[in-house]
């Protein structure tokens, strides 16, 4: 049975809130931005109050290092930061298949009516899948070639598992 988590009153926001399960004990702020910057001002200055911890940084030891590292380093601070790709169509790594394309490569025009992905099949899928392990590979481009020359083979296989069935049947 499931041990019930109690509430608890957020020292911030004085809000109820249900404790990350993994941390019921040590949790004592809710998940409200505010609430997050005041937890990490509040666990900053419980760590600076600790006699240890208040020489952390300083001193000459660490005015040299940092000096080294700057020598080692020049114009970090000056660097312009990579910018995140947020999107998910900038960073896929699909090429867009154009109707020209489709139509070279055997497909009807109707096709370029929707993704591909919203038309593949559970059983399409697995063969994708299959494809990819057997070619050590999940490049469209390879298993695109794998699965044409899977279709031109397919007529032959089906007409061998045919005949072997009716020779079974009848033999």
């Known amino acids: 049975m499931k041990k019930k988590i109690r509430r608890r009153r957020c020292k911030h926001c004085d809000d109820l809130f249900k404790p990350d399960s ?29 006699p240890k911890n208040q020489d952390y940084f300083s001193g ?4 040299i290092r940092v000096q080294q590292w700057r020598q080692q380093n020049p114009g970090y601070w000056k660097r312009k930061k990579s910018k995140k790709v947020t999107s998910l169509i900038k960073g896929a790594l699909q ?13 009807s025009n109707d096709l370029m009516q929707y993704a591909l992905q919203d038309s593949l099949s559970t059983k399409t899928l697995v063969i994708i899948g299959f494809d990819a392990q057997l070619n050590k590979t999940a490049l469209q481009d ?16 089906l007409k061998k598992l045919i005949d072997k069935k009716k020779e079974t049947q009848y033999g």
């Open 95 to 107: 090429e867009t298949l154009s109707v020209k394309t489709a139509i070279d490569k055997g497909f």
């Open 22 to 50: 993994r941390n019921l004990k040590r949790q004592k702020f809710c998940r409200k931005t505010e609430c997050k910057e005041a937890s990490k001002r509040y666990s900053q200055q419980k760590w600076l109050i600790k």
């Open 142 to 157: 390879i298993i695109d070639f794998t699965d044409q020359g899977t279709v031109k083979l397919m007529p032959n296989v």
């Open 60 to 63: 000459p030891a660490n005015v």
